[in-house]
């Protein structure tokens, strides 16, 4: 094994680095916690001019595709607004695998300016894990389809060009068998687009959509064959693309204020020995998070598609940011309470974000049920129970 | 990048997965217990060349490298061989550099050991192989000693290691001063390196057990493994393991790296970390935690007999703490590696 970067990704990995350092100014951050909105135009079409999407497609191109790993690494670590460049790039790579030439022309092309943005039309008031069981209708009618239902959590789809959508085309087959995937241009009459705040900073969606006609080229892989794109998705979806190093501005954040904060003991934070313990064993976790990760990069860079190997990357990392998130919580106590802007905020706000932000990584893109499902029934090997 | 095993490598797994699946395992470890020590399967390791494979060919070893050296003794540690092998290797290597391995050494004929905590009144204290190995080396101060004696009396325990108590009274000076340190300490973290991929493969065969178990144990008229309160304490198991894996290799690849004179970083601003010492020890502390909770939990999911001495699951379960705790405390472990962490940061600024 060798885990050096090739020098190709080493100075990858260096660009991103120095537009980081360029680009994420406290105002890029500050308006990100302000509008709940983690995605940032102006950023994310800085970036794509820089030349630095070119390879943040999964599965597209002629790039290492370690850069896309790279890429999203750097900025999560970072703390920038990547939410919404993520899901974009990972629309772009299940356009590229299963798309017409019409869609790569209208859609994938533009995905990578980086001035357009997607989100995911999957889960509904009443089917979140069970997204099988979506009731969202698309109905033929000649060379239109027509569509109606309500979808939950789309996050990004305020500021969004088109939706993938999971519709149910077939109700009178087994429920895998009878969905259909399109890719919705947002700006379809009969869209509507409802803000759903949550407890942290960060603001999701309820979407609407009330007769809505499309046209058949807007359909994303075979009538009834939705189950399989989603497949695609949710492989792209888990583990690479950001999302399992949260913990790493975290650790950051939490030493920084240590070594400046008094401890009632006597001396700082910093010198608290179960402080010490506890900074040391995020540091491991943030490592072992990041080999997992690297792991499922590895695997879709030489032809897989690392659907398990995500899914154990994100059990295990979000599982161990919210040990962290807890931990430092209580040991900064009263302060560590105190939100951005608040003076005397322990890490400046950061451990109160943190704790508000960490309960959703183990609900949001695969719950960690549904992760440890995949894991026993298609990694052990364990009898299906459902 | 390359996160496969070499060819090499590959090859060296399959050899010595055949030859600790038909010279070691659950029966011959009980049969070695209480003492922990399978005389007739170290006679046999000798002829594989094992014990001094890791000791460049220049100097009559095997030439194989510390990530060839995990390769191993994952195998070791996934068939519970009662081998002391760990600290031979890194012994061996230890002597190698100080010039003072000899050929009965390398061949294994003579077993040596590592005193992996200081000494204490001119005794190195529970030395992992100290009830088996001839020779012991020891950092006393700033003096890098070697004892050469019988073994020390067995000291019955949790994990039947062969642990023995041994005076240095008599010992020879092997070097003294930094390069001295330095030396035992490089040593040290192999061992940290080699344990935690033994505990990497007691983790394995652990969660292999427990899914086998799970698998094939029925009651309310189905498998216990079709209950998802079982699958779900499983399923956390193999991001565990595989991180822990990653994380040794990770180490050991650093380990080459820092023998061939390449330093590395260690910044969890950045979770850029290639110290090898930093690394060693993240390795031990995470391959422990991956043992001790894979053991338990599949201990668990045994029922009752996983607590008989019946079944062999208490084998992996007790080892893994003993393997865990042999150096130290993790939470000390953790806090030493604090403080290589947080070196520029202990006076309280925040550069």
Partial sequence: MDFSLSPGAVDFRAAVKAFIAEHLTTEVVDQMHATGTFNDKTFNAALADAGLLAGAVPGYGDRDPIELYILFNELEKAGAPYDGLAVTMLVAGVV??????????????????????????????????????????????????????????????????WVILLTRTNPDVPRHKGLTMFLLPMDTPGIE????????????????????????????????????????????????????????????HVRDWAGGAASPDGGTMLQDPLLRERLARTAIANQVSQLLTLRAAWIAATGGLPGLEGSMAKLYATGRYQQAVGWFQEMAGAEGLLAFGVDDAAADGWIDYDARHAPVTTIYGGTTEINRNNVAERHLGLPRDR | MDLDLTEDQE????????????????????????????????????????????????????GANL?????????????????????????????????????DVLAGTTIVGLAIRPPQDGTARTVPSGAVARQVVALDGDALVLVDSDPGAHL???????????????????AKGPDAAAAYHLALDEWRTL?????????????????????????FGRPIGSFQAIQHLLADLPGLLDGARLLTAKAAWAGDRAVAGQTGVADIGDNEITDFATLACMALVSAGEAATTATDRSLHVHGGYGFSEEYDIQLYFRRARALTVVLDDPARECRRLADMLLTRHATGTTA
């Fill in chain 1, 96 to 161: 590229n695998a299963v798309g017409t030439d019409f869609h790569r022309n209208r859609v994938l092309q533009k995905l990578l300016t980086g001035r357009f943005n997607c989100c995911l039309g999957y889960s509904e008031p009443d089917h979140g894990s069970d997204v099988a069981s979506i009731t969202t209708k698309a109905v033929r009618d000649g060379d239109e389809w027509v569509i109606t239902g309500q979808k939950m959590w789309t996050t990004m789809a305020h500021v969004s060009d």
């Fill in chain 1, 193 to 252: 687009v409802q803000p759903v705040p949550t407890m942290a900073t960060e603001r999701t969606n309820a979407t609407f959509y009330d007769d809505v006609r499309v046209g058949d080229e807007w359909r994303l892989g075979e009538v009834d064959g939705g189950w399989a794109v989603m497949g695609v998705a949710l492989a792209f979806e888990r583990g690479v693309m950001g999302g399992t190093n949260p913990a790493v501005p975290l650790l950051r």
């Fill in chain 2, 11 to 62: 090859s060296i797994r399959d050899v010595f997965a055949d030859f600790f699946s038909s010279e070691t395992g659950p029966e011959q470890a009980r049969e070695a217990e209480p003492l922990g020590f399978d005389s007739r399967a170290w006679d046999r390791l000798l002829e594989t060349g094992a014990p001094g494979m890791g000791v460049a060919e220049s100097s009559g070893g095997g």
């Fill in chain 2, 67 to 103: 990530a060839d050296l995990a390769v191993v003794v994952e195998e070791a540690g996934a068939h519970i061989a009662a081998l002391p092998l760990v600290d031979h290797m890194v012994t061996t290597r230890l002597l190698a550099r100080v010039g003072a391995c000899d050929d």
């Fill in chain 2, 156 to 174: 019955q325990n949790h994990g039947c290691l062969p642990l023995a108590h041994r005076p240095l009274a008599g010992a020879t000076v092997l």
């Fill in chain 2, 195 to 219: 344990t935690a991929s033994t505990l990497v493969g007691i983790t394995r065969t652990a969660l292999n057990l427990g899914v086998d178990y799970a698998r094939e144990r029925r009651q």
